[in-house]
Nanobody, 123 residues
Framework: QVQLAESGGGSVQAGGSLTLTCAASTTDNICMGWFRRAPGKEREGVAAIYTGSGSVYYGDSAKGRFTISQGNSKPNIVYLQMNNLKPEDSAMYYC?????????????????WGQGTQVTVSS
């Protein structure tokens, strides 16, 4: 089974930036993406990319501020660059992988999940 290794969470002030990294243990073309869940809120799809074609998906909260990309020589390492962070971006961020890229990115049904990394944005 594919395994995901996440890194890059942390604490920043509003307006700051963070980059999350997720590495998949497979070289197959897959959908890789990020979801987040804040306390008391539903899980939300943030962004996703299909490593074969480079097709991307962004959730409404990410558009214009976040960029998802893949490594040039290591396409199954995916980066989420988060700029102009807001307190409402504070959440646990989970990397996800799925064999297919759909209308809303990866899954979420059938996703393989990482363990999560905490992002905290202070005002």
């Amino acid at each position: 089974q594919v395994q995901l290794a996440e890194s890059g969470g942390g604490s920043v002030q509003a307006g700051g930036s963070l980059t999350l990294t997720c590495a998949a243990s497979t070289t197959d073309n897959i959908c890789m993406g990020w979801f987040r869940r804040a306390p008391g809120k539903e899980r939300e799809g943030v962004a996703a990319i299909y490593t074969g074609s480079g097709s991307v998906y962004y959730g409404d909260s990410a558009k214009g501020r976040f960029t998802i990309s893949q490594g040039n020589s290591k396409p199954n390492i995916v980066y989420l660059q988060m700029n102009n962070l807001k307190p409402e971006d504070s959440a646990m961020y989970y990397c996800a992988a799925h064999p297919r890229f759909g209308l809303v990115g990866c899954g979420p049904e059938g996703n393989i999940w990482g363990q999560g990394t905490q992002v905290t944005v202070s005002s």
